[in-house]
C-alpha cells in the first residue's frame, strides 16, 4: 500500500515570503510525483510534476524532488495571498493501473 | 480542468434515497477515476473506469456503491439508500491514457439530510 504523507498545516507565511511543503512517500519505485493546488470549495488543480531527482522550475514554484530520502517538496516564492490553498501531492502507481495516490494536503496561508 | 463537466454540481438526498452523479470527460480521453473528498479530508479513490469496463474498483465500498462508463454517454457513479456519512464532494477526474495526469472535473457536492 502506497502512503504519501503531508503535514495538515495550517502553514502561514506572510506576503513576499518563501511557503515549502514536503511530502513524503513510501513507495522507493515511484517515479513521478505531482503537486495539486486545492482552492476552498473547489477542484484539484495540477500545477506541477515532476519526474527526476533535483529541482523543477516554473514560475514563482520550484519542485525538489529528493528519491534517496523519499521526498518531494513545493517551494512557492514571493508568496501572494492568492496562494492561500490546500495543496496537495500525489504520485501514480508504477506499472499496472494508473491509479494516483494522494497526501492529505497541506493548508497555506498566505497573510498580508 | 476545463473539459471535464460533472452534474449536478450539488444534490441533496434524504437518508434512505438514491443519488447518482454523472461525469463526463475531456474529448478525446476515455479513462474516467471517482474520487471522494470528506471535509478536511484528502482525496480517495474509488473507483477506475474506461469505455465499458471496470478496471479497479478496490476503493469503493462494496455495498450501495456502483459505477458505470457506457459506450455512449457520461460516467455514473450511483449510491443507493444513502446515509449522513456519504456526504461529501465526489470528484470526477479524465485522463487521456498513457499521459501524465489527471484533469479534475469541478466536483459533485452531495449533502444528505
Known amino acids: 500500500q502506497k502512503e504519501v504523507e503531508q503535514n495538515s498545516g495550517p502553514l502561514s507565511v506572510p506576503e513576499g515570503a518563501i511557503a515549502s511543503l514536503n511530502c513524503t512517500y513510501s513507495d522507493r519505485g515511484s517515479q513521478s510525483f505531482f503537486w495539486y493546488r486545492q482552492y476552498s470549495g473547489k477542484s484539484p488543480e495540477l500545477i506541477m510534476f515532476i519526474y527526476s531527482n533535483g529541482d523543477k522550475e516554473d514560475g514563482r514554484f520550484t519542485a525538489q524532488l529528493n528519491k534517496a530520502s523519499q521526498y518531494v517538496s513545493l517551494l512557492i516564492r514571493d508568496s501572494q495571498p492568492s496562494d492561500s490553498a490546500t495543496y496537495l501531492c500525489?504520485?501514480?502507481?508504477?506499472?499496472?493501473?494508473?491509479?494516483?495516490?494522494f497526501g492529505r494536503g497541506t493548508s497555506l496561508i498566505v497573510h498580508p | 480542468n476545463a473539459g471535464v463537466m460533472q452534474n449536478p454540481r450539488h444534490l441533496v438526498r434524504r437518508r434512505g434515497q438514491e443519488a447518482r452523479l454523472r461525469c463526463s470527460p475531456m474529448k478525446g480521453h476515455s479513462h474516467v477515476y471517482w474520487y471522494r473528498q470528506l471535509p478536511e479530508e484528502g482525496l480517495k479513490f474509488m473507483v477506475y473506469l474506461q469505455k465499458e469496463n471496470i478496471i479497479d474498483e478496490s476503493g469503493m465500498p462494496k455495498e450501495r456503491f456502483s459505477a458505470e462508463f457506457p459506450k455512449e454517454g457520461p460516467s455514473i457513479l450511483r449510491i443507493q439508500q444513502v446515509v449522513r456519512g456519504d456526504s461529501a464532494a465526489y470528484f470526477c477526474a479524465s485522463y487521456p491514457g498513457g499521459g501524465e495526469t489527471q484533469y479534475f472535473g469541478p466536483g459533485t457536492r452531495l449533502l444528505v439530510l
Open positions: 500525489a504520485l501514480p502507481t508504477s506499472g499496472g493501473s494508473y491509479i494516483p495516490t
